[in-house]
């Protein structure tokens, strides 16, 4: 496939496994995540922080349950806040540490059946920005 031919969609499927649900350092969440979850589990800001995250270097992650999975996930529905899911989340596996560091890519498909590999750097950074760019004009976002 030529750079110009590779999609999101050649480069990642969801499985469904939910294994992107486990820890592995955590999911950050904005303000803008808190306030969408906040009020969709129908709690205030403070309380969700207090309640369901945890803080790591002064900013707050979705905490994980003794199963090591994020706390809002349930092994028969998956992400119980799924309308609402974090923009890390959103973006999985297309995040912004792909483009500092693409060779990451190959690193995740150890952990996520739905990665696909045997693409250039360029390829897959291409991909990434495509897709953060579509999610940052979904969420209003400039």
Not at 83 to 112: D, H, S, T, Y
Request: neutral net charge; charged residues 25%; proline residues 6%.
């Amino acid at each position: 496939m030529t750079h110009d031919t590779v999609t999101p969609d050649d480069l990642f499927q969801c499985q469904t496994c939910g294994e992107c649900c486990t820890g592995y350092g955590g999911t950050y969440v904005t303000e803008k995540d808190i306030e969408n979850i906040a009020t969709f589990i129908r709690t205030d800001k403070n309380a969700f922080v207090s309640q369901y995250c945890r803080m790591s270097g002064g900013k707050p992650l979705i905490a994980s349950g003794p199963d090591g999975k994020c706390v809002f996930f349930d092994p028969e529905k998956q992400c119980t806040i799924h309308p609402v899911k974090p923009k890390m989340c959103r973006a999985w596996p297309f995040i912004e540490n792909i483009l500092k560091a693409p060779g990451n890519w190959n690193l995740m498909a150890q952990a996520c059946p739905g990665i696909r590999t045997g693409f250039t750097s360029e390829q897959i950074t291409a991909c990434v920005r495509q897709e953060l760019a579509c999610l940052k004009k979904s969420r209003g976002e400039d």
